[in-house]
């Protein structure tokens, strides 16, 4: 149940900071935050560095709604990427200080338990996979609101 409600605020949250007429161009970056947090968060997992706890379906020990709350993730940090390269280093950090709280207000809600991590390397690991998403949503040409023409749609 617990994992459901945080998968809903992160689609509520989602819809409400992203016009929904952006999210046809940005769901590639959902698609792939998704993916990264997937591979990322099931290999950590299976070398014991943390474990969910879950009432709801699982897939490689990842509880569906969280492996799911990143589609809208990765379209709110695209959405928001900042166009000057130079902010770009600055939104990562931000991005991944915001990811490490949410991390820590879990873990004190006991979403899941870290057996062999700490706060030190999800802040680093929560930073190149913000990194990875900023260097595909630049690839793909869809970083950044202001990159986004209404006409596309």
Do not use: H, Q
């Not at 409400?16 to 950590?44: C, H, Q, R, Y």
């Not at 809208?72 to 709280?101: D, H, M, Q, T």
């Amino acid at each position: 149940m617990e994992w459901l409600a945080f998968g809903g605020i992160a689609w509520l949250t989602g819809l409400l900071l992203v016009p929904l007429k952006n999210w046809k161009k940005l769901w590639p970056l959902g698609i792939a935050g998704m993916i990264i947090v997937f591979t990322i968060d099931s290999t950590l997992v299976s070398l014991g560095a943390f474990k969910f706890s879950s009432s709801t379906p699982e897939i490689s020990g990842i509880p569906v709604p969280y492996w799911l709350s990143y589609i809208p993730g990765g379209i709110i940090f695209g959405y928001y990427c900042p166009n000057e390269r130079w902010l770009k280093l600055v939104y990562i950090a931000i991005s991944a200080f915001a990811l490490l709280v949410m991390e820590l207000i879990m873990l004190w809600l006991g979403y899941f338990n870290y057996i062999n991590w700490n706060p030190a390397k999800s802040f680093m690991l929560n930073a190149g996979g913000f990194t990875i998403m900023l260097w595909l949503a630049e690839w793909l040409g869809l970083a950044g609101k202001k990159d986004i023409a209404i006409s596309e749609f």
